[in-house]
């Protein structure tokens, strides 16, 4: 098992160290900006040193996890690279989707290993349970022996180790984007246009939830092409035409976002052979001819 220390642990950190130190990882150190932060996750985590020096954090670990925005990366590695530290043996990792290993370079220039760990998951509390990693892919990506230390972990956490190639982790990190935060979008979006209709926020979210939680099964259980329903695969172009108009009427700000995604659910509609008729018939609709 891996002594661990972790900077910036806030919410993925923090939910990061807890699972980690409940598959037997010793969390040597927890660093925050601010000394209460530390010591609120601390408590969560059950171990480690709560600090804001994150040179003094780094030092007490052999495996270093940048928990950090993307924004402080950089600037966090260049810092800890004029640290004085040793750091030959050591391994440091980020969580960013979007950076790779390469920022990390004044620390590999001082010895380190370096990689990206980036677990394709939303953390929205701190301390979330370490269930949350299980069954989840971690976007992995760095130096040989960054990856072998960036896989244990995963399999510690039971999650799946996802190889990713310096180029293509801007793609991997906007089709997780796409995955995870554009549905709130829409969701939200299906609310505003319910609230139109007289629906309250509370009624709104009581009917948004369980559509979207069987609509995810379904995805599971078949695949996003075979998952999709409503009106556009059947050919509906008269439901098509009444939502519209609907929307140009009550809610024309939403009106846009109904035709974008509609031309979308058009492409998939025609590969699960919806006929050309009707697929011209609905296109033309959307696209407001």
Request: glycine residues 12%; contains cysteine.
């Amino acid at each position: 098992m891996a002594d661990i220390s972790i900077i910036g642990a806030g919410r993925l950190g923090t939910s990061l160290g807890r699972a980690l130190a409940e598959r037997g990882h010793r969390i040597r150190a927890l660093a925050c900006r601010s000394l209460r932060s530390a010591r609120e996750s601390r408590k969560i985590v059950g171990q480690g040193r709560p600090v804001t020096d994150v040179a003094a954090a780094a030092a007490a670990g052999r495996v270093v996890i940048l928990c950090l925005p993307d924004e402080r990366i950089r600037a966090a590695a260049v810092r800890l690279a004029r640290s004085g530290i040793d750091w030959s043996g050591k391994t440091v990792l980020h969580t960013s989707g979007l950076l790779t290993a390469e920022a990390l370079r004044p620390l590999r220039k001082r010895g380190a290993a370096a990689g990206s760990f980036h677990p394709a998951q939303a953390f929205p509390e701190k301390g979330m349970p370490p269930s949350r990693f299980r069954g989840i892919s971690f976007g992995l990506e760095g130096d040989r022996i960054a990856l072998e230390v960036a896989g244990g972990l995963v399999r510690d956490l039971g999650g799946r180790a996802l190889i990713i190639s310096e180029a293509a982790k801007p793609l991997y990190h906007a089709a997780c984007i796409l995955a995870s935060n554009y549905p709130v979008v829409l969701w939200q979006a299906a609310a505003g246009v319910l609230e139109r209709s007289g629906i309250t926020d509370r009624e709104a979210l009581r009917l948004i939830v369980p559509l979207a939680e069987g609509t995810l099964r379904s995805v599971k259980k078949l695949d996003p092409e075979g998952a999709l329903t409503g009106p556009i695969v059947r050919g509906d172009a008269g439901t098509v035409r009444a939502h519209l108009e609907a929307l140009r009427r009550s809610a024309p700000e939403y009106l846009r976002l109904y035709r974008e995604n509609g031309l979308a659910a058009l492409k998939i509609a025609g590969k699960r052979g919806l006929a050309d008729g009707k697929t011209r018939a609905i296109r033309a609709l959307l696209e407001g001819r």
